[in-house]
C-alpha cells in the first residue's frame, strides 16, 4: 500500500480522496492531519500547501499540484530542492477555459458592453457590424490552456495569435515569441487574454507599457495570476478610456477585500478564480498513471522545471 498526503487550501479533501480510491484502491490517500507515521510518506497531493505541509513530511520525495499553475508551490520556502514536482495538464480545464474566454469575447464583440450602457437610457441603437475577422484575439501563453484556446477559437471566425517562449505551428494561428515579438503582438490586438504562468519573467507583463501599446478600446481578460496585472495602471487606462473593458478572475489578493476598489469599476467585470476548476475524474486519473510511471522510472508528462517556473 502506497500512502498519499492530501492538503487542499479552504477544500475538503473527501471528494479527492474518494476518487482515487475508486480509480487506484491501492493508493491510500489520506487527507494530512490525520497520518499518523509521516516519516513513511513519499508522496504529496496538495495544492496551494502550508509550510507545515512541508514540515510535516520530512521524507517526500515528490508532489502533485492538483492545478496548473504552480507558483504557489515554487513560492514555498519549505519545499526541499530535492523534491520532484508535477502539475495538472488540462484535467478538464481547457473546455472550461475555452468557455470562459468564448462569453467573455462575444461579449465585447457583439458590443453587450454597450448595450447595457444603452438600456437604462432607454436608447434603442444599433452598434456598427464588425465581421469576426477583423477582431484580433492575442493569447498571453500558448500551453496546455492556450493552446486550445487559439483552436476554439477559430470556430468564432476571429483573428487569433500567441505569444509564448518556443515558436509555435497552431493551424491558424500567428506564432509571435520573445521579448522583440511581444511590442507587434500586442499593437495587432484587440482582446489580450492572458493564460501565462506566473514566474518572475511574466510577473507584472500586465503593466501600463505594455498595455498601452494594445490598439485603444482593446480590452483585457486575466486568468492566468494576480501578479501578472497592476492594477493601478489598468485602472489608469481603463480611465483614460484607451482600454474598453477588463475581465478578471484572478487576484494578488483571494478572496478579493471586500473594501478592494475592483469591486466597484464600472469597466471591469469579475469572477472569484472561477475560469476552470481541476475535475476530479481526468486529473486522479492523471495523477494516478504518472505515480505508477514514476514508480517503473519512465519520465511522465506534467514535470515542473523549477528553473524555467512553470
Ligand atoms: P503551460 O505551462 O502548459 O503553458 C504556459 C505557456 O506560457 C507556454 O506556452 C509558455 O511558453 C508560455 N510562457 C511561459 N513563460 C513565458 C515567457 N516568459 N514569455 C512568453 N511565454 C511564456 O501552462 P497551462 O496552459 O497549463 O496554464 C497556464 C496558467 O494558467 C497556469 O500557470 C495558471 O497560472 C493559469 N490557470 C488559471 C486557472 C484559473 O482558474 N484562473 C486555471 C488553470 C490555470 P512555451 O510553450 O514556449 O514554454
Ligand atoms: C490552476 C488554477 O492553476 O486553478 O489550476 O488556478
Known amino acids: 500500500m502506497t500512502t498519499c498526503a492530501i492538503y487542499i487550501q479552504y477544500e475538503s479533501t473527501e471528494p479527492w480522496q474518494l476518487e482515487f480510491n475508486r480509480q487506484f484502491p491501492h493508493l491510500h490517500v489520506q487527507n494530512w492531519q490525520h497520518i499518523t507515521d509521516p516519516e513513511q510518506v513519499k508522496y504529496g497531493i496538495v495544492w496551494k500547501p502550508t509550510e507545515a505541509f512541508f514540515q510535516r513530511f520530512p521524507n ?14 515554487l513560492g514555498n520556502r519549505a519545499v526541499p530542492k530535492h523534491i520532484d514536482i508535477y502539475r495538472i495538464e488540462d484535467g478538464g480545464m481547457a473546455a472550461q477555459m475555452n468557455q470562459y474566454f468564448s ?15 444603452q438600456q437604462p437610457l432607454n436608447q434603442w441603437q444599433v452598434q456598427p457590424f464588425k465581421s469576426a475577422s477583423s477582431f484580433s484575439v492575442g493569447i498571453l501563453g500558448l500551453g496546455q490552456l492556450g493552446a486550445q484556446l487559439a483552436q476554439h477559437l477559430q470556430s468564432y471566425g476571429f483573428d487569433v495569435a500567441g505569444w509564448s517562449r518556443s515558436r509555435k505551428q497552431l493551424h491558424g494561428v500567428t506564432s509571435f515569441t520573445g521579448a522583440e515579438e511581444f511590442e507587434p503582438f500586442l499593437r495587432r490586438t484587440n482582446a489580450l487574454c492572458c493564460l501565462l ?16 501599446q494594445l490598439p485603444k478600446g482593446a480590452v483585457v481578460i486575466n486568468a492566468g495570476r494576480g501578479e501578472h496585472l497592476v492594477v493601478d495602471d ?44 481541476s475535475e476530479y475524474a ?29
Not at 202 to 209: D, K, P, V
Not at 255 to 269: G, R, S, V, Y
Open 60 to 73: 517526500l520525495t515528490t508532489v502533485f499540484n492538483l492545478g496548473a499553475g504552480v507558483d504557489a508551490i
Open 234 to 277: 489598468l485602472v489608469e487606462l481603463l480611465d483614460e478610456n484607451h482600454l474598453r473593458g477588463a475581465v478578471l478572475d484572478v487576484f494578488e489578493q483571494e478572496p478579493l477585500p471586500a473594501e478592494h476598489k475592483l469591486w466597484q469599476h464600472p469597466k471591469i467585470m469579475m469572477t472569484p478564480h472561477s475560469s476552470a476548476q
Open 197 to 212: 504562468p506566473l514566474t518572475p519573467d511574466t510577473q507584472g507583463i500586465l503593466n501600463r507599457q505594455n498595455m498601452s
Open 103 to 117: 462569453y467573455f469575447l462575444l461579449h465585447y464583440f457583439r458590443d453587450m458592453d454597450r448595450y447595457q450602457q
Open 282 to 310: 481526468p486529473c486522479v486519473e492523471k495523477i494516478g498513471n504518472t505515480l505508477q510511471a514514476i514508480t517503473n522510472n519512465k519520465s511522465p508528462s506534467g514535470f515542473v522545471d523549477r528553473i524555467r517556473g512553470y
